[in-house]
Nanobody, 123 residues
């Protein structure tokens, strides 16, 4: 049974940085697309970043390009989201996702979801 467990969220000041980690078990990381979604209070959930399993193609939402980086470590079965220059608009619960299909974050129906990690950007 697949399990995705996020960690690394918290409170950070505007302009600060955080790195989210997602420990994945029960799945072969190289055979699964992985990604991050987020949902802010009162807003729809949106995809943020993804790595496709087919060709390791990385995709980032326009609003986070140049600030966020997604990466994965197959040896430790961990997916990361490095977030720099955070703004209050990045405040949300962040979810790690995985799926055996070659998909990007533009697809919303991912098979496996973590429980979420809260990121709050505030002074």
């Amino acid at each position: 049974q697949a399990q995705l467990v996020e960690s690394g969220g918290g409170l950070v000041q505007p302009g600060g940085s955080l790195t989210l980690s997602c420990a994945i078990s029960g799945l072969m990381l190289d055979y699964n697309s992985v990604g991050w979604f987020r949902q802010a209070p009162g807003k729809e959930r949106e995809g943020v970043a993804s790595i496709m399993n087919k060709d390791s193609k990385k995709d980032l939402r326009d609003s986070v390009k140049g600030r966020f980086t997604i990466s994965k470590d197959a040896a430790t079965s961990t997916v990361y989201l490095q977030m720099n220059n955070l703004t209050p608009e990045d405040t949300a619960t962040y979810y790690c996702v995985a799926d055996p299909r070659p998909i990007s974050f533009w697809t919303t129906s991912w098979t496996y979801w973590g429980q979420g990690s809260q990121v709050t950007v505030s002074s």
